[in-house]
C-alpha cells in the first residue's frame, strides 16, 4: 500500500506500552550496551567540563514510571562521592544511592497518541503496528 504525505501531514513513530519486565530487559541489556551508554555521560562531562566523575562510581540504572508512562534511566552513586566540575564553577556532593536522573523514554497507548496529537492541533489518518503492538507510525494531518 501507498500513501502520500501532504504538505502539513505528520508521521511520528510510537514506543508502545509494553509489560514492564519487557521494558526494563529493553534498557537494561544483559550485553551492558545500554548502560554503557548511560555511563558515557560521566566520560563527557570529564572530557568536556574537565569535571572528575569516577565511571566506576556509579552504576546503571533503569526504573518503569508507571504514572509518567515512562522509563527512566538514572545513574546511582555507589559511595559517598565529591565531583568536580570546574568548567560549570561547581562540586557536587553524591550520597550512596543517590541518583542522578539521565534520560526520559516515554510509551504510549493508542488514547495517548491520540490525545497528543489532538493537543497538537491534528488528527490520526491512519496508525499501524507491528505484529506485537511494540511500535506505532502514525499519520496525522491537520485538522
Known sequence: MQFHLRGGDALLGTDMVK???ILIAAYDDREGVTAEFNLNILLRFNRELCADFDSAGFLHRVRWNRAASRIEMHLESLREQC?????????????????IHTENSYKFTRRAISALLNDAGFEIQRLWTDALNWY???LASPR
Do not use: D, H, K, S
Open 19 to 21: 509489560n514492564e519486565e
Open 136 to 138: 506505532a507510525p502514525t
Open 83 to 99: 565531583v568536580r566540575i570546574p568548567a560549570a564553577e561547581l562540586l557536587i556532593g553524591f550520597g550512596q544511592g543517590e541518583t
